[in-house]
């Protein structure tokens, strides 16, 4: 295994330093756990608000460029980079509007319901071997079970907002969103077969090291499954039914205004960071390196695969048009999911015929 | 929700449930300006379909009755306002059949060049805004692109960008630039270059196909039935076109074909477009070819009286047939003045074809029509 390890270093110094400082103190070792993790959830926050202000701006940067355009070019001064933050700033200073007719506390919940639960998901992806919040011996399935609260925050903003628009943007995104975590997570289980655990960390283990491949390559179907099932789990193009600009105006986010939407926003971008932070980790051999760039921190390789998998992802965003919704259901129903259980069978039977 | 007009009594769909009302526009990022559909779904599929017209009305025809023939010309850029050359034409024609004046073959030439350009204009804009409506952001930009390269060769010849009031009663307003010929041809150039892009990242698009191809047919007898015109026939396999088959101006010295398609749906009509754009282009590097100096404008007397009478002439908008029916008392104002507008009338058979499909379809279905509320409403 390479040795990735960078900012690792950094962080078990100060939690030594942490565990001495509260044992000189004569405190209970609980103390010491606790400040720990309330340290590395701070970061953690900073870090996720940081990247999708970051990833808003490049999404328009990336759109422009795609589109012979230049973007945000002003604000900030060097390519318009505090565009987002300006945004942000006007969202938070915008009157919060809540429809007369609303039902009112789940208006009012629905954004943090969809914004809570994308920030979960990121206590268990490993940043580097031990640079992670809890290494949860159910981390996978710890990110699906959070990845699929957002649907009912969906639903609760589409049908809170008594707008027929939204509740139309509700109605879909349940469907879709149901019907693509079948073959989000078959086409994980894959992995799980053959790592033979649901930690993030060994998945990454298995795929480092010498004469061992990422799973991209090896199982390449399963990753095929997964783009295509992540991109229409967090609600993007050709998959953004829920929100079809063209058709139902903004989906179930219309009625919301200032930075309730602005949370609608973020989580989304959020949901896109862990859809591709979970591939890069899982397909993509997560923090660990080849030999030849073991120069790099941890950190630093997963961003890159990270971000290339966001690439791709906007690049589909500005490139396809949008797919109909009963196209979207027989898609999911008769095509990914068929496909998701043929590549668990091919996997198992590589597993049982060659042991490999 | 207003009232008046649609009717709101709950429709119950065949298992009973009650069906819900929808209202959408006049605001509504895509019904292309203040269309109001009222559409009655079951789920996602539509029951009963009501387009509601009317957000846009200016009173243009009632206007016309008081302005001189010169003034109208200047008005007619504001019917249709992605297409104001071929409003120009149409209505700089109908004054001059009533009055009987001819225009210079120069003039004539450049008519016909600043309405192909034009054509090219709008059908680079339906290609935008249909693929937009489909959910491909991208194809718009590529759309506003090409169309900006056109504005500004209209802005060398009128100073205008939208509207340019560029017709005179017997001629054109101004002669062409000296660069103008060479400009136009880069532009088909890089047109031409620009069209194969277009094939990749829209008409090949597997999505796109999905979105389009069976959705939306429009039959023969319905399009006859519904006087439908324009493109939207030609896909559905009526060869038409009032440049051809009841000839104005000099279109008959050109040579261009009418393609023409046999399905009818929505990806036909977007097909047609993209080869009509194509047939346009080679007209106006024929018209390029033929241009020779001469005069631009007929005499024609300062204050325009025509005899008591009418005209009507018939023109092939990119949208569709623009007539104008003109009725002279004498005069110098128009008795009456009706347009008979290609977007109006095509319209008509969305409360047909949009029952029973989805709320998608009706984006995909309303954008193949391609219209211009300016038009609709007048």
Request: charged share 20%; hydrophobic share 50%; net charge neutral.
């Amino acid at each position: 295994m390479s040795s990735n390890y960078g900012l690792e270093k950094v962080w078990l110094w100060g939690v030594s330093l942490i565990e001495r400082l509260i044992s000189w103190l004569g405190l209970p070792y609980i103390f010491a756990y606790t400040i720990e993790k309330i340290i590395f959830g701070v970061a953690l926050l900073v870090f996720i608000a940081v990247s999708v202000l970051y990833l808003i701006w490049l999404e328009r940067k990336v759109s422009a460029h795609m589109q012979s355009r230049m973007g945000p070019m002003h604000v900030g001064g060097w390519r318009g980079w505090a565009q987002t933050i300006a945004d942000m700033v006007k969202l938070l200073f915008k009157e919060d509007i809540i429809p007369s007719k609303a039902d009112k506390w789940v208006h009012r919940i629905a954004p943090i319901v969809v914004f809570v639960p994308s920030l979960m998901a990121f206590l268990v992806i490993p940043f580097e071997k031990n640079l992670i919040v809890q290494d949860l011996n159910i981390g996978i399935l710890l990110i699906f079970a959070f990845s699929s609260i957002a649907v009912l925050a969906i639903i609760m903003g589409g049908w809170s907002s008594n707008n027929k628009y939204t509740l139309l943007g509700g109605i879909r995104s349940a469907a879709q969103m149901v019907s693509y975590e079948i073959p989000l997570v078959l086409s994980i289980l894959s992995i799980v077969m053959v790592v033979g655990s649901l930690k993030l960390n060994d998945m990454v283990a298995a795929q480092s090291g010498d004469g061992k491949f990422w799973f991209v390559f090896t199982q390449p179907l399963a990753f095929i499954l997964y783009l295509v099932a992540g991109t229409a789990e967090v609600n993007r193009v050709p998959f953004d039914i829920p929100e079809a600009e063209s058709e139902i105006v903004s989906g179930y986010n219309t009625e919301y205004s200032g930075l309730k939407y602005g949370f609608y926003m973020l989580s989304e971008f959020t949901n896109m960071l862990i859809i591709s932070m979970v591939a890069a980790t899982v397909f993509l051999g997560g923090w660990s390196a080849p030999a030849w760039l073991s120069f790099l921190p941890g950190v630093v390789v997963l961003l890159i695969k990270t971000y290339f998998i966001v690439f791709i992802l906007m690049w589909f965003r500005w490139t396809f048009p949008r797919l109909r919704v009963d196209r979207l259901m027989d898609f999911g129903w008769k095509i990914l999911i068929p496909l998701a259980f043929l590549n668990i069978f091919i996997i198992g039977l590589r597993m049982v015929v060659f042991k490999w | 929700m207003t009232e008046n007009q649609i009717n709101t009594t709950k429709i119950l769909d065949k298992d009973g449930f009650e069906t819900m009302y929808l209202n959408m526009g006049p605001q509504h990022p895509s019904t292309h300006g203040v269309l109001r559909l009222g559409l009655v779904l079951d789920g996602e599929v539509i029951v009963k379909a009501e387009p509601d017209i009317g957000y846009l009305h200016r009173g243009m025809e009632k206007l016309a009755e008081k302005r001189t023939y010169q003034a109208n010309i200047a008005m007619s850029d504001r019917y249709d306002y992605v297409c104001s050359m071929n409003n120009n034409f149409a209505v700089a024609l109908a004054i001059e059949k009533h009055l009987g004046v001819e225009a210079p073959i120069r003039a004539q030439y450049i008519r016909i060049l600043m309405a192909e350009l034009n054509r090219v204009v709008n059908h680079m804009l339906f290609f935008g805004f249909f693929a937009m409506d489909l959910g491909a952001t991208t194809a718009l930009v590529f759309g506003f692109r090409e169309r900006e390269q056109v504005i500004e060769l209209f802005e060398s010849v009128s100073g205008a960008r939208l509207t340019y009031n560029y017709f005179r009663v017997g001629g054109v307003a101004r002669d062409l630039p000296s660069d103008f010929v060479e400009k136009t041809k880069v532009f088909i150039r890089f047109m031409r270059a620009k069209l194969k892009d277009y094939d990749n990242l829209v008409t090949d698009n597997v999505i796109f196909r999905d979105r389009t191809e069976g959705v939306g047919k429009f039959s023969k007898e319905d399009c006859v039935g519904y006087s439908l015109s324009g493109p939207i026939i030609r896909a559905s396999g009526i060869k038409y076109d009032i440049r051809k088959d009841d000839t104005y101006s000099v279109y008959n010295e050109f040579d261009f074909n009418v393609p023409a398609l046999e399905n009818g749906d929505c990806f036909d009509r977007y097909l047609l477009r993209m080869l009509e754009l194509r047939e346009s282009l080679k007209i106006i590097e024929q018209v390029l070819e033929k241009l020779e100096p001469g005069e631009i404008i007929a005499k024609v007397p300062k204050v325009i009286k025509p005899p008591v009478g009418e005209a009507y002439v018939r023109t092939e908008s990119p949208k569709g047939e623009l007539s104008v029916y003109l009725v002279s008392d004498g005069s110098a104002n128009p008795y009456r003045f009706h347009l008979r507008a290609p977007s109006f009338i095509n319209l008509q058979i969305l409360q047909k074809v949009l029952v029973g499909v989805k709320v998608a379809d009706v984006i995909a279905i309303l954008g193949s029509i391609d219209i211009t509320l300016g038009e609709i409403d007048r």
